[in-house]
Nanobody
Framework: QVQLVESGGGLVQAGGSLRLSCRAS????????MGWYRQAPGNQRELVAT??????????DSVKDRFTISRDNTKNTENTVYLQMNSLKPEDTAVYYC???????????WGQGTQVTVSS
């Protein structure tokens, strides 16, 4: 089992910044992918950004050049992923979920979600 604990959500004005953190602990494979997804009311959950244990990143077009994903693998039993969100827009408002996918054929685990609200 893997436990994911998210933090850093909140209310911010348009143009502002927030930093999300997600700490993963438990049965984490050395090869894995961690990522952030978001779900706004009435919408499906969508990918925001992912980062593999080797450091390769991937972003949704809507957040490129505004959001940066990074991770800290220095602790053997924990992996932490961050999402630095700059130039926030009202359309970024959503519940943001952290995900860890053990690779190549392990299970996927989700965090409980953290609310991000951007006011205009």
């Amino acid at each position: 089992q893997v436990q994911l604990v998210e933090s850093g959500g909140g209310l911010v004005q348009a143009g502002g910044s927030l930093r999300l953190s997600c700490r993963a602990s438990g049965s984490i494979f050395s090869s894995n992918a961690m990522g952030w997804y978001r779900q706004a009311p009435g919408n499906q959950r969508e990918l925001v950004a992912t980062i593999f244990s080797a450091g390769i990143t991937n972003y949704a077009d809507s957040v490129k050049d505004r959001f940066t994903i990074s991770r800290d693998n220095t602790k053997n039993t924990e992996n932490t992923v961050y999402l630095q969100m700059n130039s926030l827009k009202p359309e970024d408002t959503a519940v943001y979920y952290c995900k860890l996918q053990n690779l190549p054929r392990g299970n996927a685990y989700w965090g409980q979600g953290t609310q991000v609200t951007v006011s205009s």
